[in-house]
């Protein structure tokens, strides 16, 4: 056998050697790799949309600045000056036979708000979630804590009966008399500009941009009107709150017990009979015990929860709200723990009695309830 008839063999053989190295024998158990294979879950990502805070209609991020304006607004005296511009209003149950407003104004602050009132111990819960600038008439003084823990919650306050010199330029009345506290306007506008560092409130409630995605259209009942009643007493404008619901325009509008539009105006002194009827998107009625503080109807809002009805569409729904710790806001939830959803606009909240209050106050008829159809 010659040398290269002798390389060739003597390769093929290495070759047969080392495949037949790595061949198992018949009896020779085989190992096979049982590590899973790794397989990369692919997360869906949503994207939070940014929303002005108080109607929730999208905007684009850093564009919404400066602090909400607040202020109490009496519901006695009307015709109300630029209430029907405020993003969100709270309307609550006072001792003497009626019920006043906070309202919010921070997408579209006008120059003058109107009328202006006095500060109540509920307030402090309504009021500090928002934070930003509380305009108030005064206090008497059993109500000065709540009103103190409402500025150390970081709303800044201005009050009509501590005016100073800085400030007395943003209050007025109809008549300039300025014993008469009840002719009070605010120049909300001026006092946004002047606070203008501080920050913009945070989104209130929660919000879908599809108005057949709401909590209400989804799941409510159709209705044509809806009426929250502050006390047993179902004819006293001052205690009942009636919305009639316009398909047209697709608003709630608010109207007195006998039909008539509630309306608002531009500035004060502007003729009763013209204005803008006050209209919202969503209704939120809140059930809640109110207990009798100094001869105040005092909502229980720290830490409670109950009973709520949500109005969007032409829709209505029950659903629940819890209260937390002062400045955290209202939120509502349905019987499956889900967050309700309402439409971009404005809302209009009533807070009213429970049927376990304890309030006996003045004139005062007693727990409220809402009735829709």
Partial sequence: ????VMGRFTALSVIVALTLSGCARPDEPIEVDETPAVVEEETEVVEEIFREPLTGFPAEEGSV???????????????????????????QLIPQNGTRYIAMWHSDVPEEVGYVRSFR?????MATPVQGVLASTGMFALVVPFWEQTTDAGVTQYVWDYRNAEDRDLWATVNKD?????????AAKA????NSGLAAPLQYFDYVDSLEETTAQV?????????????????????????????????????????????????PLADAAGGTQL?????????????DFVGQPTARLLNGGGPAWVATGGKAIEVNWDGGAVGEKITLTTDDDEPVYLAPGKTW??????DASTARTANWGGPGEVFYQ
Avoid: C
Wanted: avoid cysteine; aromatic fraction near 12%; charge should be negative.
């Fill in 1 to 4: 056998m010659n040398l290269a």
């Fill in 65 to 91: 600045q400066g602090p909400a304006i607040m202020a109490k607004i009496d519901h006695q005296n009307r015709p109300y000056v630029n209430l029907h511009r405020a993003d969100m209003v709270f309307q």
């Fill in 121 to 125: 111990p509920h307030d402090l819960y």
């Fill in 178 to 186: 300025y014993s008469m506290a009840n002719s009070v306007t605010f």
């Fill in 191 to 194: 006092a946004q500009e002047i």
């Fill in 219 to 267: 799941s409510g009942e159709p209705i044509t009107e809806f009426i929250t009643y502050f006390s047993e007493s179902t004819t006293n404008d001052y205690m009942t709150a009636v919305w009639e619901w316009n398909a047209a325009t697709g608003l709630f509008e608010k109207t007195f017990v006998n039909g008539e539009p509630v309306m608002s105006v531009d500035a």
């Fill in 279 to 291: 209209s919202a998107t969503n209704l939120v009625a809140i059930s809640v015990e109110h207990d």
């Fill in 349 to 354: 909240v009533m807070i009213f009695p429970g």
